[in-house]
């Protein structure tokens, strides 16, 4: 029981450091509202997604400002989508990052590119790390609570005995 | 003894004498005796012999005879006192006896007479009764000749067969040595020899109808004795034979147009053939009035058996003709079948065909209006736009129509607001009204109900066909539109058959009229309105197919139109009555209120609301699918331009295009849309995610067409707030 209350306050610090600390906004909330009994598993879904597009998106960047001529316009539009997903999830901070690097690849810059692409793959590994523990916490949370019930119907029912 | 004067003198009996009168006595009593012992063995041997006591008597009589005599032998000689007096009782008795036989005889004889007279009578009877048996017996016989001969003439329908079967069995009946039967030619002047019995192959003979003998024969309904040497009986050949003798009787030919008339056949219109037979020659055989009487029952047979085989010959004609004319009227059927399904398949990919271009013309004129023009530059653009919607609702009309005529539109049923109905009409034509300086009016009767159950994007559009029309020929004056519920008796002014239904708690007949003060129609014209592609007057510049489809979806609606005017120049009125129910009474079919449902209302139902969405970016599309799905609609997602126009389809109500892709040009999508949907109706309702907020984007999305922009990303109450104000007034404001 106790443990339960510890862990559930836990989880509330931790998430609510991740909106404060703009990991996470508005967005990553609308995300949590859009899952219900029908829809079970949303939120890992999409942040699953996430993680597997924007890997393949930094791969794809990291080739592109790597080329001898660097086609900035291919960077552009890996830029573009990456901002967008990231807007999607609500992972605040990537996206801003994205932001800036959009705008080096409009000046045509490509010191800034370099250095902008480190700072968004930073960022991106950063709210990686804190949305796997995040799930990690809430699974472990979600553990306790399921055997704190099994104990509560076990001993009710030795009880009746 | 003395002697007198005697002539003969008393001699003493002699001797011989004696003798001989004594054996005839003797003789004399034995037959006496005799007799009535014969009398008795006969009577004995009879029975029926009535007169007994008779013979009795007779034979008393003969007895005492007998003994009288007898006793005389005793009287020859002397003798006795007693003998005398034994023969004198004798006598006397016999004189008795003899006295009352005779008298009994008297009476006896006439009966014994007259039984000899009741023999012969009887006798007479019989014979003749021998002689009637024989008359039966003949008739019989004829009778069973007729009907073994009819018999074999029915048991045929074939003319030929009925004719030969007749001449063979009245031949062999008959024994006759030939048969003939002349038959009128077709001209009916002549007969004409066309069966024989013995001759097998008749020459066609030929004789004229007018003979004399001939028309004897025609003129008895007997058959009659003709001479050997008329015409239609030389069919022997010439030689030493002695003819025999010839009859002829005529075989009354019935027509079937003989028994159409109320009385049975007349007599002036009668066909008739001759039969001919002839008895063997050399024969002496004559004409038994029997045999006559059977010819002449054959002959009538005869008649009666054609008559029938003429009358199965032509309803044999009349089923072939019938079969034949079934197979022609279903290959009729067939082609036209396939040459109205090729006419529709036509149709529909020329419709399609012509509507692309149409879409992009209109479209991109829309578009080029927008920029800058120089004014005659937009006065050209605005012409063309003009003329490309003409002909799109041409287009438009003309298959409408094809599908009204085949009968395979079907009205789209459902509950709507009759004062929305008008109301968006008076606001769609106020303002042309307004620019026309027509005083431009809209009245509703207060009995009319508020919803009703119908065709509501048909009745506008009859409507607005012809509002539109009243005010397109109205230079100045007024157009007044009423509507108000019909009452009975101007349902029956209309004498239409088919408004018989009385209006009843289910439904009710709502007229519309459009009076004008505008040009009015020339009474001639009139009938000619409705019809396709006939312009009355040279002013019109209409379709020519509006009116013509307003009439069919009215007739459809079970309702009447029609334009009354009063002449050219003194205006025009127009009359619409359809047929509307009425809900909440009876069975409501599905509402479509969508918009009716006030939006503060928790969870307004999205439920199974379809609508595609667009966007490259899986994580973007994931999130807003699921943004979706919880609202409950039923997602299609999509991650490019051309999968998204090829997938939507008219069950789509809206499409979410995100506009911020960079290779996609999401515009030239929205345009395609439209383009894949020619009627407004059925086209989805667009909507586009963008990441940018400048104006920029906000106005080229407005121009192509879109209904609404929302700016990503989305929260869940934005999208539902935009969702129902896009469903209820088919745009959406964005609030910030």
């Known amino acids: 029981m106790e443990i339960v209350g510890q862990l559930q306050k836990q989880y509330v610090e931790f998430s609510t450091s991740l909106y404060r600390e703009g990991f996470l906004d508005e967005q990553f909330i609308q995300l949590q509202k859009l899952q219900d009994e029908s829809n079970p598993d949303f939120v890992v879904e999409v942040v699953s997604i996430f993680f597997e597009d924007s890997e393949k998106l930094i791969n794809d960047l990291a080739t592109a400002i790597q080329q001898q001529v660097v086609d900035f316009k291919q960077v552009d539009a890996h830029v573009h989508q990456f901002k967008g997903s990231s807007s999607s999830i609500g992972a605040n901070r990537v996206k801003n990052m994205c932001i800036a690097l959009r705008s080096f690849c409009d000046e045509k810059n490509l010191d800034g590119c370099l250095r902008c692409l480190q700072q968004v793959k930073h960022e991106y590994f950063l709210v990686k790390n804190k949305l796997e523990t995040l799930f990690r916490g809430i699974s472990h949370l979600k553990e306790n609570i399921d055997s704190f019930f099994s104990f509560l119907i076990h001993h009710f029912f030795r009880r009746k005995k | ?736």
């Open chain 2, 1 to 736: 003894m003395e002697l007198c004067n005697c002539i003969e003198p008393p001699w003493p009996a002699g001797e011989l004498l004696m003798k001989y009168q004594y054996i005839s006595d003797f003789f004399i009593a034995l037959a006496y005796f005799s007799i009535p012992l014969e009398l008795i063995y006969f009577v004995k041997k009879s029975a029926v012999f009535p007169y007994r006591w008779v013979l009795v008597q007779f034979g008393a009589f003969i007895v005492l005879c007998g003994a009288t005599h007898l006793i005389n032998l005793w009287t020859f000689t002397l003798h006795t006192k007693t003998v005398a007096v034994v023969m004198t009782t004798a006598k006397v008795l016999t004189a008795a006896v003899s006295c009352a036989t005779a008298l009994m005889l008297v009476h006896i004889i006439p009966d014994l007479l007259s039984v000899k007279t009741r023999e012969l009578f009887l006798k007479n009877k019989a014979a003749e009764l021998d002689r009637e048996m024989g008359l039966i017996r003949t008739q019989e016989e004829t009778g069973r000749h007729v009907r073994m001969l009819t018999h074999e003439i029915r048991s045929t329908l074939d003319r030929h067969t009925i004719l030969k079967t007749t001449l063979v069995e009245l031949g062999r009946t008959l024994g006759l040595e030939e048969c003939a039967l002349w038959m009128p030619t077709r001209t009916g002047l002549e007969l004409q020899l066309s069966y024989t019995l013995r001759h097998q192959n008749p020459v066609g003979f030929t004789v004229p109808i007018q003979l004399p003998v001939i028309n004897q024969v025609f003129n008895t309904n007997r058959a009659v004795k003709i001479s050997p040497n008329s015409p239609v009986a030389r069919l022997r050949p010439a030689g030493k034979y002695m003819p025999g003798e010839v009859v002829a009787v005529r075989v009354p030919l019935l027509h079937l147009s003989n028994f159409q008339i109320h009385d049975w056949p007349e007599l002036s219109t009668r066909r008739y053939a001759l039969m001919v037979l002839m008895l063997p020659s050399d024969s002496a055989r004559q004409w038994h009035v029997h045999e006559l009487e059977l010819v002449e029952v054959v002959a009538d047979q005869v008649a009666v058996a054609l008559s029938h085989a003429a009358i199965l010959e032509e309803s044999m004609k009349a089923r072939d003709l019938l079969m034949e004319q079934n197979v022609a009227l279903d290959h009729a059927r067939r082609e036209a079948e396939t040459a109205v399904r090729a006419r529709n398949d036509f149709l529909a990919v020329m419709n399609h065909e012509m509507r692309t271009p149409m879409h992009a013309i209109i479209a991109l004129s829309s578009l080029l209006l927008e920029t800058e023009l120089t004014p005659e530059q937009r006065l050209m653009v605005e012409t063309v736009l003009k003329s490309s919607n003409l002909l799109s609702t041409l287009i438009n009309d003309v298959l409408d129509l094809s599908r009204l005529e085949d009968g395979s539109l079907k009205l789209e049923i459902g509950t709507f607001s009759l004062h929305t109905l008008f109301r968006e009409t008076y606001n769609l034509i106020k303002p042309i009204a307004s620019v026309k300086k027509l005083n431009f009016t809209l009245s509703l009767s207060p009995e009319l109900p508020e919803f009703a159950i119908g065709d509501e994007k048909r009745l506008m559009q009859v409507l607005l066909n012809v509002v539109g029309n009243a005010v397109k020929f109205t230079k100045e004056g007024s157009i007044s539109v009423s509507a108000f519920v019909a009452k009975l008796d101007s349902l029956r002014e209309f004498r239409a058959p088919d408004l018989i239904s009385i209006p009843s708690d289910n439904h009710f007949y709502l007229r519309i009229e459009v009076k004008d003060t505008g040009l009015g129609i020339n009474p001639q014209d009139l009938p000619k309105l409705f019809m396709k592609f006939v312009q009355s007057q040279p002013t019109k510049n209409s379709s020519g197919l509006g009116l013509a489809i307003c009439k069919r979806f009215v007739n459809l609606m079970e309702g009447h139109i029609c334009i009354e005017s009063e002449g050219l120049g003194k205006g025009s009125t127009a009359i619409v009555i359809v047929k509307l129910g009425i809900p909440g009474r009876s069975n409501e079919s599905k509402l479509s209120f969508v918009h009716k449902v006030p939006r503060n209302q928790v969870k307004p139902a999205f439920s199974g609301l379809k609508v595609v969405l667009m966007d490259d970016n899986s994580v973007g599309r994931m999130v807003t699918k699921g943004l979706l799905v919880h609202l409950g609609c039923d997602v299609l997602a999509v991650g490019s331009g051309d999968e998204c126009v090829r997938v939507i389809n008219h069950e789509h109500k809206v499409v979410f295009l995100d506009v911020s892709m960079p290779d996609v040009n999401s515009f030239e999508v929205a345009v395609r849309i439209h383009e894949k949907f020619s009627k407004r109706m059925d086209r989805p309702l667009i909507v586009a995610l963008t990441g940018n907020t400048d104006r920029m984007t906000k106005e080229n999305c407005r121009r192509v067409g879109m209904n609404g922009v929302l700016l990503k990303p989305v929260s869940v109450d934005k999208m539902r707030s935009a969702l129902s104000d896009l469903l209820e007034k088919g745009f959406f404001v964005e609030s910030k």
